[in-house]
């Protein structure tokens, strides 16, 4: 088979990668788990230095003087942190277990589904810990608007325009 066909039936066989190659199966496979590590990667690392921090606060003598809203927003969003936490490392032991079982494409799929609930459990625990810290700082009801406005913000940028992106896909390129 010369090079020119191989191509040819990989076209025949794949379809156009994000840069407008064709790809196979495999191929596309391997492109997505390399940039879907990339990405968890990110998240990782900030949930586990927000985890950290949160565990920490237990153990320092201003958290004596919580009160038990702040003391049950703090529970809720440990409990969140390492929800995320396992979440977001979940893909890794996925891959770990299933290696070399040929399962690749679903492997991909499966780690993808984990780092969207995992981003979920992000953005709850960001919103918990920061109405905790707002509401220890400012003593009122502004830290519920300020957070809630965050929230939104998170959910505009985290979801929205991704979705938004891939409904308007086909019109941007006209």
Known sequence: ???????????????????????????????????????????????????????????????????????????????????????LIAPVALHRFVTGHRMKPQTVEWASRLTIAGLVLLLCTVTCALLLILRVVLHNDTAWWIVGGLFLWFVTVWFLLPAWARATRGALRR
């Open 1 to 87: 088979m010369t090079v020119d066909s191989g191509r040819a039936a990989d076209r025949a066989e794949g379809e156009r990668s994000e840069e407008g190659s064709y790809e196979d199966e495999k191929r596309r496979a391997d492109r997505r788990w390399t940039e879907l590590l990339q990405e968890v990667r990110v998240a990782q690392m900030g949930i586990q230095i927000l985890l950290g921090f949160l565990l920490s606060v237990a153990f320092t003598e201003r958290f004596e003087d919580l009160g038990s809203a702040d003391r049950t927003i703090y529970v809720v969003t440990v409990v969140l942190g390492s929800a995320a936490t396992g979440t």
